[in-house]
């Protein structure tokens, strides 16, 4: 009797196919989780690395996670060849399907694209104070996909490249210089240069303010009882929020020590000639009581002589 050798010869491919193919899975599993923990790793020691370096604060975070996401990358393409996958044909499959790709993570593509484009332009680095789109806060970090921000009291913002790129970015502390500006309101009845006099004195001598260009105070406008007076200074851009605070202070201070008086509304009586009538006619006046009999003064009795 003949002894069934093709069920045996299938029976041990099966077994040296799923042998193999176990293999490959392991060192597949084996190569993924050494190349996450190794992009980990080195993103944090090329962070270290790039700090010493004298590279502008902006571009060191991206370059570090742009070398982590290159490590990731060799490795599925590393996990790929152990199940047999050619690169070369990935790699076209993959150009193929790119405008397919391009069109389903069309949003994160836009953040990498301004990402990348708020880099080169660089409205905005890493330690500015800036407001886009009515939030305020200092730029922490910029990053492919997102941006960071804290506020002034320190809550933590992430906002999306794109929304960035397309809304208006205002910097506070780009330029050296900003100006401080805030209005001073005064009793008309006061001598408005000695007023002035008082005021730029007291921004003078404050050690924020900056020679060039000098401070300045103008009437701003002159109302009913007040003359408001707007003083204007240059300060250090880092130094604007201590500065203001201090200059309102003293310039109060100066001015109470210059006796000059703050603003006080007046009231002024008012005469109108209008027909009498039941609402307009003035109230009568309450007549006074009779005395009583027993406070009507008595005439004195005439003393006898004796």
Same mark, same amino acid.
């Given at each position: 009797m003949a002894v069934p050798a093709p069920q045996t010869s299938l029976m041990q491919s099966l077994d040296v196919l799923l042998i193999d193919g176990g293999f490959h899975l392991v060192e597949a599993i084996v190569i993924l989780c050494v190349g996450w923990v190794l992009a980990t790793y080195i993103k944090r020691w090329?962070?270290?690395?790039?700090?010493?370096?004298?590279?502008?604060?902006?571009? #060191?975070?991206?370059?570090?996670e742009l070398i982590r996401y290159v490590i990731l990358m060799i490795t599925l393409l590393l996990v790929l060849e152990q199940f047999g996958v050619q690169t070369a044909s990935l790699i076209a499959v993959l150009g193929a399907a790119g405008l397919a790709i391009g069109l389903a993570i069309q949003g994160t593509l836009s953040n990498v694209a301004s990402g990348v484009?708020?880099?080169?332009?660089?409205?905005?680095?890493?330690?500015?104070?800036?407001?886009?789109?009515?939030?305020?806060?200092?730029?922490?970090?910029?990053?492919?996909?997102?941006?960071?921000?804290?506020?002034?009291?320190?809550?933590?913002?992430?906002? &999306?490249?794109?929304s960035i790129f397309s809304a208006i970015i205002i910097n506070y502390t780009r330029e050296p210089l900003r100006r401080v500006k805030f209005e001073v309101p005064v009793d008309r009845a006061n001598d408005l240069d000695k007023v002035e006099k008082t005021i730029l004195a007291a921004l003078a001598a404050n050690r924020f303010c900056i020679e060039k260009p000098e401070p300045t105070v103008v009437v701003r406008e002159l109302q009913e009882y007040t003359a408001v007076m707007r003083a204007r200074a240059f300060v250090r851009s880092n130094?604007?929020?201590?500065?203001?605070?201090?200059?309102? #202070?003293?310039?109060?201070?100066?001015?109470?020590?210059?006796?000059?008086?703050? &603003?006080?509304?007046?009231?002024?009586?008012?005469?109108?000639?209008?027909?009498?009538?039941?609402?307009t006619a003035p109230a009568p006046l309450a007549e006074a009581p009779a005395p009583a009999l027993s406070q009507v003064a008595r005439p004195a009795a005439p003393r006898s002589a004796h």
């Open positions: 090329a962070r270290l690395g790039l700090a010493r370096l004298p590279l502008d604060v902006t571009l #060191k975070p991206l370059l570090a484009m708020l880099l080169i332009l660089r409205p905005f680095r890493v330690g500015h104070f800036v407001e886009i789109g009515g939030q305020q806060g200092t730029v922490r970090e910029i990053g492919l996909f997102t941006t960071v921000m804290t506020t002034r009291d320190h809550i933590y913002v992430s906002m &999306p490249n794109s130094d604007y929020w201590q500065a203001i605070y201090a200059m309102q #202070k003293e310039v109060q201070a100066a001015l109470n020590g210059a006796e000059i008086l703050l &603003p006080v509304n007046r009231q002024a009586p008012v005469v109108r000639n209008e027909p009498l009538s039941p609402l």
